[in-house]
């Protein structure tokens, strides 16, 4: 018998600005169709059925919001993040299944995926985006 594939227990994403915390958490909790928890505000006896934690801040570089997702459910990432970059109208950036940390995936407005370099600072900044040639 063979396993179910494995939920990945974190998505993290960096979202170009501006984009604040609050307008993520609602356009996921939209997207999603569950209860979106900002981190610093779950009651872990008190959360919500099928309750998503998320935390979202600002950080450095050309994708300077980070926004970090505790118990996704199991659809696919990329398909998520997608319907919230239509719904944000801003590009998103999520690590791709590859081991390389410059290589992800560039979430377009319009919902299109392409594999891009980013260069990854110190500080965990994204810069120099670039197409995958």
Known sequence: ?????????VWNWFVEAPAAPATIVSGLT??????????????????PDR?????????EGDFPVS??????????????AARLARRLGRRILLPDDTLDPG???LVAPDGTLRPVHVDVSDTDARTNLRLCT
């Open 1 to 9: 018998m063979a396993l179910p594939p494995a939920t990945p227990a």
């Open 30 to 47: 939209s997207v999603l169709d569950r209860p979106v928890v900002p981190l610093h505000e779950a009651d872990p006896d008190a959360l």
């Open 51 to 59: 309750a998503v934690l998320c935390d979202v801040w600002a950080g």
């Open 67 to 80: 926004v970090d997702c505790y118990a996704p459910p199991a659809e696919p990432e990329a398909a998520v």
């Open 103 to 105: 290589r992800h995936l």
